[in-house]
């Protein structure tokens, strides 16, 4: 399989409390449909453990597949595959340099998404 060998899974981030206090914020029902299908097509796109560390690793550097496929321990097909998913939700972009592309995240806030997931996972896993 693959391992994280960034420092994205030790960031001071991760290591923060979640707060108790809830934003106010719009109620759901309120929301119109096609944002919420969205919303869930974004999170179905990052639903998977190779795209979660493809972003977590993107968080910390952009990448070319080839610096990816090292990193993850991962087939450069199957992590083309899964650039290709993340690339058609939006969520990270490529720029050709020469011969290689070059992938950054799209949106901080999306990474943000992804760090949160992992570190409610970390702070269930103490217990």
Known sequence: MFTVTSDATSSPELAVPHSTDRPTATRAEHRPVHTLSAAGDLLRALAAPVR????????????????LVETLGVAQPLISQHLRV???????NGERHGREVVYRLVDEHLSHIVVDAVAHVEEGAGK
């Open 86 to 92: 993340l690339k058609s939700a939006g969520v990270v």
């Open 52 to 67: 979660i560390a493809i972003v977590l690793e993107l968080r910390v550097h952009d990448r070319c597949v080839h610096e």
